[in-house]
């Protein structure tokens, strides 16, 4: 009696746990215009692409401080930015954070930042966008950014 009593009591544990404290919760909901960006849909899964996926429609609705905390969170879990990062199965994703999250640095006029993120994105893996935004930063900032911020 007491035994089923403690399996009844685990199997309920169990269950609890995994439906309400392992699903980890999508990213919040920013709202322009009267539409919605953050989680494009389906399972939200608490990987590094699925923040990166709501970094990217956050960055489309120009909410860009919550792009930043996205994107944040998906260096958490995969740091270097990368060409045809393998997501899972045969799925790749052109995965760049930190180039994504200084142009939305340079966006809101952090431009010691813009440029920190775009140095650090440019010597994981090249790209034209992440040069072009390291051209902009510095003419933005009237030529005092410097490469790798040495005037700070």
């Not at 035994?3 to 199997?11: H, Y």
């Not at 494009?40 to 990217?56: S, T, V």
């Not at 740091?79 to 954070?97: I, L, N």
């Amino acid at each position: 009696m007491i035994i089923q009593a403690t399996k009844k009591v685990i199997i309920i544990t169990v269950i609890s746990l995994i439906s309400f404290g392992c699903f980890p919760n999508k990213c919040p909901v920013c709202i322009k215009d009267n539409k919605q960006y953050g989680w494009p849909g389906g399972n939200f899964l608490g990987q590094w692409d699925d923040y990166y996926a709501c970094g990217q429609s956050y960055m489309e609705g120009q909410c860009f401080d919550k792009a930043i905390w996205a994107f944040n969170e998906a260096k958490k879990l995969r740091e270097k930015d990368q060409w045809m990062a393998r997501s899972y199965g045969m799925h790749f994703v052109d995965y760049f954070p930190h180039r994504e999250s200084g142009i939305c640095f340079f966006e809101t006029a952090m431009f010691h930042d813009a440029l920190h993120e775009l140095e650090t994105s440019v010597s994981q893996e090249q790209s034209d966008k992440a040069f072009y935004y390291i051209d902009q930063v510095r003419k933005k900032n009237d030529g005092t950014a410097r490469t790798n911020c040495a005037n700070s």
